[in-house]
């Protein structure tokens, strides 16, 4: 009868539930009420070594536990409840001094007390549900370089307020090689007087957020790792359902919705919970709008995991063995960047998945710059990173990379052999797979006839972006042959496209527009002769044209052969 509880996930999850459970469940449930968990783990227990029964997970490693008690606002004290802070007159100059130490306004977060209290931010629908009585304890792992005092340990205090005690094994912080004084003798002091084992690690010489990560989780002992930055603030309920969603599937890694700290009030601000993790042809990653089909998915259930194609990176959590079956991290990248994408291309196309769990809320202070410095120099270090991934994971996508930044090519990027290895042994499905199964909604078009700057015959000035947004006109200027807003892909859908925009016109003459692709043919619909070179807009039958004596950009035109009709897609043309 114990069982019920510990088996009560079996109907609605991945687990293997014989069939006598099953019926015992239904019959049985309503006669209970408190049930006594040590006893249920050891019945149950017996009964997998008996009866062969499956458990996806391993049952050593499941706790009972009790809700976190809510943090009671301190009334009076700034920031409370996740307002903004004001900052007292007179003291402008030194928020402006201070701020590019760390990239946020230090004098705010100075003010609000380690313990604030936030609202609760989660949907009506995430307080009906029901978690595992029994959870996996988790290790909380939060890398450093020179973090301010008042953050890192709101980061911490936010943790030990809000999650349940039984299911915090321990806080592992790992200094990567910090130069602060009080991050050294007067932080280890300071964590011993907390209510949790908090462990202290240091990288030495400076080790790059990825591989600081990788000392951290040698040093875990809970069942799941959980990874921070160390600017956070986790609010009530956050754990939980993090937890649970890696109990029903140990191959799902979970993120939960990260909410917006002002870098300079210190205001939490909800995120939507509408928006899902993608990336660009210069492998930035960003947020995208939730698709319909997703929502689809979930029955339109908002409280319902999201599966998203890309993580931020930062805060997630997953299965300890799994971190390890799956190769932890790229030990060859450096300081900043590039490992989420890995690690989400990875999840997904070895077999996991990879979800935002929409009733877990997590905030985090966003900066516009990063605050510390890249010894190897910001855009090598980046492209490095970033070419390690698409050399390992993108397959024949890894030249949008490419062209995007040229300059990549020549970057040293090491040995990735051994990440392709693994790639290998773990039997991981291919980039088309990824790019069709799981982000049919990318910029990466699945067929292409050309991928390159597009040149005209007669002025020699290639189509530009200029890095305009969408909805603005497309340019054109002297070619650079550095990629960037030159680099345009000419796709088997017909479509001129530069990222996440296509060349779009919805009158017969004049300029051309930068339009969020839509994959609809239409006003985006172009095709290009390689005989006579011109590009033909489908629905017009108009020319696109380098109009003699006018910088500002390419027009459509009655087409007329002449040579500012004629575009150069000059190699790897591939019909
Ligand atoms: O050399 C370093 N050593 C470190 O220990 C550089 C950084 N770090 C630490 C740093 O102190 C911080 O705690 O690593 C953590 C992350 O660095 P941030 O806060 O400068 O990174 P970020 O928030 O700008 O960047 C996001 O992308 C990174 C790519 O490498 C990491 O994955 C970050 O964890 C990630 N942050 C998030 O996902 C939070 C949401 C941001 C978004 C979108
Ligand atoms: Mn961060």
Redesign the pocket.
Known sequence: VLLLMYFSDCLNSSFHCPQELKVEKLEKRQTENDVDLNFAHEVAKNLIKTKGISLSYPLSALQAWEQAPSVRPQIGSPGEEGKPVHIPPGQETEVEEKFKLNQFNILASDMISVNRSLPDVRLASCHKKEYSPLLPTTSIV????N?AWSTLLRTIWSVINRSPKALLKEIILVD?ASERDDLGAQLEEYVRTLPVQVIILRTGA?S??IR?RLLGAKHVTGQVITFL???CECTEGWLEPLLDEIVRDRKTVVCPI?DVISDNTFEYVTASDMTWGGFNWKLN?RWYRVPQREMDRRGGDRSAPLLTPTM????FAMDKDYFYELGTYDEGME??????LEMSFRVWMCGGRLEIITCSHVG?V??DK?P?TFPGGVSQTIFKNSARVAEVWMDEWKEFYYEMNPGSRKVDIGDVSDRLNLRKQLGCKSFRWYLENVYPESQMPLEYYYLGDIRNAESGMCLDTMGRKGGENVGLSYCHGMGGNQVFAYTKRDQVMSDDNCLDASHGTGPVKLIRCHGLGGNQAWTYNQGDRSIRHISSGQCLTSIIGKTAGPELRVCDGSKTQQWIMKAHFKW
């Open positions: 939060i890398v450093f370089h973090e990567d400076r790059g957020l600081a930055d160390a600017h990260i990653f931020a990176g930062g805060l300081v900043w960047g590039g490992e989420n985090h966003f900066r990063s510390y």
